[in-house]
């Protein structure tokens, strides 16, 4: 991939969570989500923007953790859209900062007490 489609996709992955976060009704009604979720991805476009090649693989493990925690926060945003959930928003942040850590593997299948394959894909950061 050249430079250019790369920045047009991180790009796209942003604005597709920022229409998701921004939402007025969490706004109003799920302010520490909300909160949760900027910073999620503020830290996300900094982290994106910097392109370190010396750093690469700390790199790769923090913006694996950004996506873990951004596709939980989309799932538990779409519950409480459906009003399927009643869960406490700290609840639902204590969760995300809990599950991230397995979210790729439970993705790809593994149970929680299964070891997963090596892959590049299950590097997140503890």
Do not use: C
Not at 62 to 76: I, Q
Not at 78 to 97: C, R, V, Y
């Amino acid at each position: 991939m050249t430079d250019k489609q790369i920045d047009d996709f991180l790009r796209e992955y942003q604005n597709y969570y920022a229409q998701i976060f921004n939402q007025k009704w969490v706004k109003q009604e799920y302010p520490l989500i909300y909160a949760y979720a900027q910073s999620l991805l503020e830290q996300f476009i900094h982290y994106s923007k910097m392109k370190t090649v010396d750093r690469f693989w700390a790199d790769f493990a923090k913006v694996m953790t950004f996506d873990a925690k951004l596709h939980l926060l989309e799932f538990f945003i779409a519950g409480l859209q459906d009003s399927l959930m009643e869960l406490t928003e700290t609840d639902i942040l204590t969760l995300i900062e809990k599950d991230y850590v397995t979210y790729h593997s439970e993705n790809m299948g593994y149970k929680l007490n299964q070891d997963t394959a090596s892959s590049l894909f299950f590097l997140v950061e503890k």
